[in-house]
């Protein structure tokens, strides 16, 4: 985390904390929070989860 700015530290755990409320929507591990309403929603925020993490460590953003 030390190579990251301060915009590329927001963005990796905004994306980790989305992929992760998603997965254990999807998974059925949790049951649905209040800010979920629908596995549809899930799965939109699984995806941009995902898409962020993998956008930070591919150097796609000036983060670094």
Known sequence: MRKYNLA???TYILGALLFL???FTVTDKVGY???IPSLSVAIKLLIVGF??????NSKMFRVQ
């Open 8 to 10: 590329g530290k927001i």
């Open 51 to 56: 898409v962020l993490v993998m956008a930070t």
């Open 33 to 35: 929070f209040k800010l």
């Open 21 to 23: 409320i998603g997965f």
